[in-house]
């Protein structure tokens, strides 16, 4: 089933497509009038006072009075509110719009955190009569393709440019429906993220109908509430939630109980489990660049959860370990969880090493010093550098001592795959995931 798709024009010359759309919004604050538009049912905005003088003779379609009192007309009414700053409590939503006048009741609220859309969510189990929720911005756009969920009587997306914030275009909206596979990731930041662009490609490739959202956010509260209620099929988890995700879901992957961090989420009927798959994103990293672990000795730079991950894939396949790093707490208790070996950083000489692993965020989003010193990295050392997409000062320091050099790329597109796997059962993706990277 897909709630009705209204069209929403920042602009209109009488060219645009507008046969995916089931309605089309007229913003008179963008339009100043109501064009002619056949064989669409028409929702008038008025966003500075109602004049229904400007309707064209004959009229049939909506109108939005946002605020307004309502007018004496047999039309339908439409009452909106708009609230750019915040989301209330579920409560208080319910309250709002059955204060309202309309026929259809809209709110429409900023959302930045899975709490709001819990919010949005138990707002529309409980709102009587006909209504439209939506949260606007980035946080807010499964909203709008999860609208019978949510129990809308119809969803917005836009033509030419977005009218609101977080609004899918038409012809997308249009082909995903409200039945589409949702997929996401969750952390903080993720403006530099390559994850969307990633797993975009793999559903184009494969032909699947879905679509990749960011859920920037420092807080996990209601997030596992969040997949069940909006259907949402899998999560990827980075930074800083790998451990955090661990005691909010249902059940453990034995390896991301081993590795004690999770980065992938997946829900199977409201059974939500973790699975950690950056360390078969690091296991192909290793295979690709031709670096076999077994023997050797590595060092390990970083206490979160890619360190973690790192720490199981090279001691699963015979690497002698040593983890360091400037929280000296937690990268002692890394390893000792996973039965590596730890050192404060100023006692490791790093020419002794085989491998040299960066799993913090320097270089990405973190700037600063490593905790290792990196001068006296050789041309018989390979640097494995989890950060992507940029020249880090590792990554520079290696090439200069014509040392080996494996980049984030390589693991990223790795546990992208294997990611993608769990939730679609599409495992060969790994070559159209790493060809979208850097």
């Known amino acids: 089933m897909t709630s009705k798709i209204c069209a929403s024009l920042s602009g209109f010359t009488g060219k645009e497509d507008l046969s995916k759309a089931d309605m089309v919004e007229i913003r008179l604050d963008l339009l100043g009038d109501v064009p002619a538009i056949d064989g669409k049912e028409l929702l008038v905005t008025f966003r500075d006072g109602v004049d229904l003088s400007v309707l064209p003779e004959g009229f049939e379609g909506m109108i ?7 007018p004496d007309t047999t039309l339908t009414v439409v009452s909106s509110y708009h609230d750019y700053d915040a989301t209330p409590s579920s409560d208080e939503i319910v309250s709002l719009l059955a204060s309202m006048p309309g026929d259809i009741r809209k709110g429409a609220f900023r959302t930045d955190g899975f709490g709001d859309l819990h919010n949005l969510f138990r707002a529309s189990e409980a709102v009587g009569g006909r209504s439209v929720l939506l949260g606007m911005g980035e946080f807010g756009t499964v909203t709008r393709v999860r609208s019978t969920l949510l129990r809308n009587e119809f969803t917005f997306a836009y033509v030419d440019a977005p009218t609101a914030p977080g609004q899918i ?29 990633m797993h975009r490609a793999a559903l184009r490739s494969e032909g699947l109908n879905g679509i990749y959202l960011r859920f920037e956010t420092d807080d996990l509260e209601h997030c596992a509430d969040v997949v069940r209620e909006y259907n949402i099929r899998g999560l990827n988890i980075t930074i800083p939630h790998k451990e955090a995700m661990l ?24 059974v939500l489990t973790g699975y950690n798959t950056d360390v078969a994103g690091i296991d192909t990293a290793l295979a690709v660049n031709r670096f076999e672990p077994r023997g050797k ?5 970083g206490s979160g959860g890619a360190a973690r991950a790192c720490a199981y894939a090279l001691t699963a396949r015979g690497c002698a370990v040593t983890v360091t790093g400037r929280n000296e707490a937690a990268a002692a208790r890394l390893a000792a969880d996973l039965g590596c070996e730890y050192k404060p950083a100023v006692s490791i000489p790093v020419m002794l ?9 320097i270089g990405m989003y973190g700037d600063g010093s490593y ?13 494995f550098d989890m950060v992507y997409g940029a020249e880090t000062p590792i990554v520079s320091a290696a090439r200069a001592a014509t040392a080996g050099v494996i ?13 993608f796997g769990l939730w679609t059962g599409h495992h060969d993706t790994f070559d159209k995931m790493r060809s979208v990277l850097p």
């Open 64 to 70: 939005d009075i946002g605020t307004e009192p309502r």
């Open 169 to 197: 275009g038409l012809e997308e909206m249009a082909a995903l429906g409200d039945d589409c596979l949702v997929l996401g990731i969750v952390g903080d930041p993720l403006s530099r993220s390559m994850s969307p662009e």
């Open 247 to 270: 005691h909010r879901l249902d059940r453990l992957d034995e390896t991301a109980e081993a590795v004690g961090a999770v980065n992938t989420l997946v829900n199977d009927d409201g």
């Open 297 to 301: 000795r590595a060092v390990i730079m």
């Open 353 to 361: 090493y085989d491998l040299i692993v960066n799993c913090t965020p």
């Open 371 to 383: 905790p290792l010193d990196l001068s006296h990295i050789n041309r018989h050392q390979t640097v």
């Open 407 to 419: 980049t984030g790329s390589d693991m990223l597109a790795g546990q992208g795959a294997a990611s």
